[in-house]
């Protein structure tokens, strides 16, 4: 068994939001006759310039799960960002060597659910994380979502990106037309820091002519690290979806 | 093998109207092939309403969109009912032929991984998911199986999770009775609840967890602070697509996201390893 590194994905957390993260102790399901051996979730959060701020581990029980508000994770320990990764890793807890405890076992990789919860107009919008810290670099020209994006009572469109890579990166976005592919508008997020996140919008004043749209971009930080995107309508309302 | 043309690359979606959400799909075309699209409409139990051969023609690497109301009223289908519908991409190449004679690597190149899209709309609102694999669940190629660890249920006042399973198939005359076994667990790995349902073929489930939470008295004392539980869940006879579904009731606002297959979780839990952990947890459920 190898721990393969870990899994992040971004949160959201200012007046407006806030990120409910939610994990299973999938090591006890995939490997249930291994029983009485504790496990440790070690989370980490990064800030906007992509510092750790913080570093906790809970220890999950056979079959056990945990959920956790940043909003008051962040709160408990003093510490104000609004945007950032958060970072899970399962860990068996043993001296022993994991190869011989969990001998069936590959690589494994913490996967974990967010909930983006809206404060105000209660919105939600539930997404898995897209990859682990490092991942595999972005190896072609560009990246085309597979989501057609309807224009009816949207008020803005916001593309989060998370940035899974150690160095920093730049990514230029565009909406398109969906039947031709000609590009309707672009915008750029310049040096994204290493492990955090960032944001840009689209008001409609750009793409108010259109019914429907599609999102490209030339690059990703990783090869899996598509961007979020966020549905703002015109009663404030949200819908998140990955890539 | 024989493998029926429309049942080459399929997406099947199940429509929303008990929540007053119309549905449209994007299909993408990632066979390497232009293709035809065809569709088969089937009501939420999977009984067979209408076979649609011969919706549009789907480009290699473009999108298609569909506006299942439209579908509907097209083909004098009540469009307030709710409805399981499988799309298909058949490529070119075999639209003249019924069954096709098609070797395993041929077929799953051309299921790849399509991601193809499905939003659910009002006049206000969307929410969405786009997915990849559909299950095979052809007794030829494969039944395969559904292990489902699911740390994502919400229910509150204001909340609730329902779960949409969907049972479809690669086989054209397709009669597999799906037995899913599921259990709800707190944050300490407690099971409060235990159920046994059966998935019919072409059906799609929807496990509405509130409803089934008001069978059990107290039972807010087996969800956490943030209105969190765990679901797991277990099929041996067939793989099935489970699909989540958060709601602000009292809002109308919702959320849908497709779960990760256990490879995600571990890289080698395919082949027998996944079969001995199903059956593990078949008999020790």
């Known amino acids: 068994m190898l721990i393969a590194s870990p899994v992040a994905q971004l949160y959201i957390n200012n007046e407006e939001f806030d990120t409910i993260f939610c994990i299973g102790n999938f090591l006890s399901f995939f490997s249930p006759k291994i029983k009485n051996l504790p496990v440790e979730c070690r989370i980490a959060a990064t800030n906007s310039k992509g510092i750790f701020l913080l570093k906790k581990v809970f220890e999950l029980n056979y079959n056990g799960s945990l959920s956790l508000s940043i909003k008051k994770l962040l709160k408990e320990e003093n510490i104000q960002s609004e945007i950032g990764l958060i970072l899970c890793q399962i860990y068996p807890k043993t001296n022993l060597r994991l190869e011989e405890i969990f001998n069936e076992s590959g690589k494994c990789f913490s996967h974990f659910f967010i909930l983006y919860k809206s404060m105000t107009n209660n919105s939600i919008s539930l997404v898995h994380p897209q990859s682990t810290i490092g991942g595999k670099p972005f190896t072609k020209s560009e990246w085309k979502s597979n989501q057609i994006i309807s224009t009816n009572n949207l008020k803005e469109l916001r593309i989060y990106q998370a940035n899974h890579s150690e160095t920093n990166k730049s990514v230029k976005y565009f909406l398109c037309e969906p039947e031709t592919g000609s590009i309707i508008c672009e915008n750029s997020l310049e040096s994204i820091e290493a492990m955090t996140a960032k944001f840009i919008s689209f008001d409609k004043s750009k793409f108010f002519n259109y019914s429907n749209l599609c999102l490209k971009t030339n690059n990703l930080p990783v090869g899996n690290g598509k961007p979020l995107v966020m549905k703002i309508f015109e009663d404030d309302s949200f819908t998140i979806i990955h890539g | ?285």
């Open chain 2, 1 to 285: 093998m024989l493998v029926h043309r429309t049942k080459i690359n399929q997406f099947t979606v199940a429509t929303l109207n008990f929540l007053s959400f119309k549905t449209r799909v994007c299909l993408n075309n990632k066979t390497g092939y232009d293709g035809l699209v065809n569709c088969f409409i089937y009501g939420h139990e999977g009984e067979k309403i209408k076979e649609v051969p011969n919706i549009g023609k789907i480009k290699n690497n473009k999108s298609f969109l569909i506006d299942v109301e439209n579908l509907l009223s097209e083909n004098f289908l009540f469009t307030k009912n709710d409805y399981v519908l499988t799309f298909g991409i058949v490529p070119e190449q075999f639209n003249n032929i019924e069954y096709i004679n098609i070797d395993k690597e041929l077929l799953f190149k051309l299921i790849g991984p399509q991601d193809h899209f499905v939003e659910y709309y009002n006049e206000n609102y969307s929410f969405g998911v786009l997915y990849n694999i559909p299950p095979i669940n052809h007794k030829e190629i494969g039944m395969g199986s559904l292990l489902l660890q699911a740390p994502k249920i919400f229910c509150s006042q204001e909340l609730n999770t329902r779960l949409m399973i969907l049972n479809p198939s690669a086989q054209f005359e397709y009669k597999t009775f799906s037995r899913l076994k599921y259990k709800l667990l707190n944050v300490a790995g407690e099971c409060f609840l235990k159920k046994e349902v059966i998935i019919k073929p072409n059906s799609c489930l929807i496990l509405d967890i509130k409803k089934t939470l008001a069978e059990i008295k107290n039972y807010q004392d087996f969800i956490d602070e943030n209105d969190f539980c765990q679901l797991q869940a277990v099929c041996e006879n067939s793989t099935l697509i489970p699909l989540t579904i958060i709601s602000d009731e009292k809002n109308n606002k919702h959320t849908i996201e497709h779960s990760m297959p256990p490879i995600a979780y571990d890289d080698l839990m395919v082949g027998e390893r996944k079969k001995d952990v199903v059956k593990w947890h078949a008999e020790n459920w």
